[in-house]
Nanobody, 125 residues
C-alpha cells in the first residue's frame, strides 16, 4: 500500500492550495480514503473523506472551504483548499481507512490503516 502526497506549500490567509495523493497497492473503492492533519502539539484531525460508496464528508472546521475529490483514472485523491486560515497550518496526510459505516465514522480516524508521509501546509496571516 502506498499513499504519496504532494501540493503543500506556504500561502497567505485567504489563499488556496490543492493537495494530491497518488494511491497504489489497494482498491481504493473498497475503503474509505481521505485526509487528516496534525499541527504541532495537537491531536490529528480528520479533514475530508470519501467512503467506499462515494459519499463525501468534511470536518465542520473546513466546511464550505475544502472539497475532496477523486480522479478514478489516475487513482489520485485531491483536496481543494480555499479561503485558507492560519489555523489550517498543519502537516496533511492522505490515509486509507476501513469504511462502509459512513463518512462521520471515517472522519474520526478510528479505523485508519495506512497513511502517507504527509505534505506541509503553512498559512500566514
Amino acid at each position: 500500500v502506498q499513499l504519496v502526497e504532494s501540493g503543500g506549500g506556504s500561502v497567505q490567509a485567504g489563499g488556496s492550495l490543492r493537495l494530491s495523493c497518488e494511491v497504489s497497492g489497494f482498491t481504493y473503492t473498497k475503503y474509505c480514503v481521505g485526509w487528516f492533519r496534525q499541527a504541532p502539539g495537537k491531536e490529528r484531525e480528520g479533514v475530508a473523506v470519501i467512503d467506499r460508496d462515494g459519499s463525501t464528508g468534511v470536518a465542520d472546521s473546513v466546511k464550505g472551504r475544502f472539497t475532496i475529490s477523486v480522479d478514478n483514472a489516475k487513482k489520485t485523491l485531491h483536496l481543494q483548499m480555499n479561503s485558507l486560515r492560519p489555523e489550517d497550518t498543519a502537516m496533511y496526510y492522505c490515509a486509507q481507512m476501513s469504511g462502509g459505516w459512513g463518512t462521520s465514522i471515517c472522519l474520526r480516524l478510528t479505523y485508519i490503516n495506512y497513511w502517507g508521509r504527509g505534505t506541509q501546509v503553512t498559512v500566514s496571516s
